[in-house]
């Protein structure tokens, strides 16, 4: 472990002289010193294991640009764990893998909010107008209107009280 005392570019210039290979690594401390710019403990890595692990995977790479069996079944399993085309296509069969990566068009919110709330909004407003909390002049004059109207008895009649109920 080492106790880096300096400032941010001076830390981010040992760690890429320090572990060149190992981007992940220098991204992630870069971004820790780059929050915390006083004094911080970065701890050494592996350099010449992970060296001889890179050496390998460019080995892998090589095997897997070569046109034999093992190859193709390798690439064919890398595309299967990493989500991507297993099988060559072309490009028509490309659009469709496009479409169907990205999000459906009916759940952009662009699309499902396009037009306003009008039913929500209303039914806000109608709890806050019970609460007192919201006035609405236009029921207040309906409700004013439908109450004058039974006054003067011309309401129309409650269920089971109409004309036929009567015979």
Request: net charge positive; aromatic share 8%.
């Amino acid at each position: 472990v080492e106790t880096v005392k300096k400032s941010s570019c001076d830390v981010l210039l040992q760690l890429s002289n320090r572990c060149r290979h190992n981007r992940a690594y220098d991204m992630f401390w870069s971004a820790v010193l780059s929050q915390h710019a006083s004094s911080y403990t970065i701890p050494s890595c592996r350099s010449t294991q992970n060296f001889k692990n890179s050496s390998k995977m460019s080995k892998y790479k090589q095997l897997v640009q070569l046109s034999t069996t093992y190859a193709r079944r390798m690439n064919h399993l890398s595309n299967r764990i990493f989500g991507e085309v297993t099988r060559p296509t072309n490009v028509q069969s490309m659009k469709v893998v496009k479409m169907f990566s990205e999000e459906p068009i009916q759940c952009r919110d662009y699309v499902a909010n396009w037009y306003p709330r009008h039913v929500e909004t209303h039914l806000l407003a109608m709890k806050l107008r019970e609460y007192g909390l919201f006035r609405d002049e236009h029921q207040d004059f309906k409700e004013e209107m439908k109450r004058l109207r039974a006054l003067r008895g011309k309401a129309p009649p409650k269920k089971g009280e109409g004309k036929r109920a009567k015979k």
